[in-house]
Nanobody, 123 residues
């Protein structure tokens, strides 16, 4: 069982930065952690993922070069540093945990989710 809790969302102007945090508890050492986002009226989409064991990272093309995912094993934390934010980045951001060593870009392949944190980017 894994419990996830996101924080760090807020309102920011276009071009600004935010750092999201995801606190994980439970059996996390063998999991892949991912960030997804969901805008109103749209499906949940992949943003970034990281493997706990190797720190290998994966990004959606839309955020590559602007967002950075990282983890702190000692604290069981996963972070999403977001820079050069755009209005189209506005969404609820969710942290997900996958019981597999293999990353996935599909939300239905993640087993646990946090409650989400709202990110709003104004133009």
């Amino acid at each position: 069982q894994v419990q996830l809790a996101e924080s760090g969302g807020g309102l920011v102007q276009a071009g600004g930065s935010l750092r999201l945090s995801c606190a994980a508890s439970g059996r996390t050492f063998s999991y892949v952690m991912g960030w997804f986002r969901q805008a109103p009226g749209k499906e949940r989409e992949f943003v970034a993922a990281i493997r706990w064991s190797t720190s290998s990272t994966y990004y959606a093309d839309s955020v590559k070069g602007r967002f950075t995912i990282s983890r702190d094993n000692a604290k069981n934390m996963v972070y999403l540093q977001m820079s050069s934010l755009k209005p189209e980045d506005t969404a609820v951001y969710y942290c997900g945990s996958r019981r597999s060593y293999s990353p996935s870009y599909y939300p239905n392949e993640y087993d646990y989710w946090g409650q989400g944190t709202q990110v709003t980017v104004s133009s």
